[in-house]
């Protein structure tokens, strides 16, 4: 039998991790967005965002605690965090109030022009380079985009424009996140993320009830909070947990790796989405949707495959704010952590 020691172990490359950090996320909001889906009938999203947050920070700020260097509790990076929060908080919202309207794969799939913006970000913004193979695919992918709207249809509705807002605003919180990677922790950027739109979250709700009169079309939308009963607080929790696993794992993701390279692993996403919706509310996606869909993942993956590629022959440079979750993890992520510091 052949064994392999400690010496000769060699960890898998900051790109894998990333990948494995992102379908794990994916998977996870894919639940966290049904339950999102089936309790819109119980509570208006400005309710359900915040009592995410709550649940987030009780469990973020102990296990912070616990861990200790990297992550903190206190940051200089406030900032930043604040504006990523402002961005998640109204994105997601955009994005949620589309749910009554339309299909869980209609909704996602004009989500996922983010990845293609978040490429086109990391390019303008961290300086990333994208050659003419990647050119390509992204017009590909923004072609399928069009389809799957279908703008020019019969059955268009400004309600899809909802889930486009909320990829551009998800796309510029993802690279905030590249640049706060650098010197943070996932669990910290979680925390602050989380919590700071979850505060945001509720004069935002407030200010849109001032503003619209939101009739029963539109209940989801309404100012109303309470917690009806203990099956309703355990749903409430759940949700919680949900967010809380899947935005850690999406935020180390960013974190670890090449934005443009996890950014187009998001799409695993569609698949579970139009299957568990199938199951859960035999929802069939029209055929625009299919067919723009479709497109969208081979443009991704092909972009994927080309970084996979061009990853082989770079020596990648290790990362600062290594997230510890089991004991043995190397320590030289808290000693760049504690120069970044003095």
């Known amino acids: 039998m052949t064994s392999i020691s400690p010496s000769t172990y060699t960890a898998p490359s900051r790109s894998v991790q990333g990948i494995i950090a992102v379908e794990l996320g994916m998977v996870v909001f894919v639940f966290q967005d049904a339950m999102m ?5 119980l509570h208006p999203i400005w309710f359900l965002i915040f009592m995410r947050a709550v649940v987030a920070v009780s469990l973020l700020i102990p296990l912070i ?28 919202s955009m994005f949620y109030a589309a749910f009554p309207f339309m299909g869980l794969a209609e909704v996602t799939t004009i989500f996922f022009s983010a990845p293609l913006i978040t490429a086109l970000m990391a390019a303008l913004f961290l300086k990333e380079q994208i050659g003419p193979h990647r050119i390509g695919a992204l017009i590909v992918g923004f072609i399928g985009i069009l389809i799957a709207m279908n703008p020019f249809g019969g059955d268009f509705s400004w309600i899809a424009i909802l889930p486009l807002g909320c990829a551009v605003t998800y796309a510029a919180s993802q690279v905030l996140a590249r640049k706060i990677g650098e010197r943070e922790s996932s669990l910290t950027v979680g925390l602050y993320t989380l919590a700071i739109s979850g505060i945001l979250i509720l004069p935002m709700g407030w200010g849109m009830n001032q503003i619209f009169a939101f009739g029963p079309e539109y209940s989801h939308l309404q100012w109303s909070f309470g917690i009806k009963d203990t099956h309703d607080l355990l749903l409430l929790v759940v949700l919680g947990l949900l967010g809380t696993v899947g935005w850690i794992l999406l935020s180390r993701a960013y974190q670890i790796a090449n934005p443009s390279l996890v950014a187009t692993f998001d799409y695993t996403y569609l698949p579970f989405a139009t299957i568990l919706a199938y199951f859960m509310w035999d929802e069939v996606p029209p055929t625009a949707t299919f067919i723009g869909m479709s497109i969208i993942i081979a443009s991704g ?42």
């Open 301 to 342: 993956l092909y972009v994927g495959l080309r970084e996979i590629r061009a990853a082989r022959g770079s020596k990648e440079q290790p990362f600062v704010a290594e997230t510890t979750y089991a004991p043995g993890n190397p320590l030289t992520a808290y000693n760049a952590y504690d120069d970044d510091l003095r």
């Open 65 to 92: 605690v616990i861990l200790g260097k990297p992550h903190r509790l206190f940051t200089p990076l406030w900032p930043l965090h604040l504006l990523r929060a402002f961005l998640f908080a109204s994105g997601f």
């Open 37 to 41: 889906k089936t309790m819109l009938d």
